[in-house]
């Protein structure tokens, strides 16, 4: 990508990372921090 100069990451995430879900605390946590890293790369 840098040799390139530009690329595309995809991730994979749901609403559980915005909402939350009982029971699911980990998997709500992961999918938030996936978009989170995301976010912050892009800067």
């Known amino acids: 990508m840098l040799k390139a100069g530009r690329g595309r990451i ?3 995430a749901s609403t559980a990372s915005h909402k939350g ?4 605390a980990a998997y709500c946590a992961s999918k938030a ?3 989170g890293l995301t976010r912050v790369t892009a800067l």
């Open 10 to 12: 995809i991730n994979i």
């Open 21 to 24: 879900a009982e029971n699911y």
């Open 33 to 35: 921090g996936l978009l």
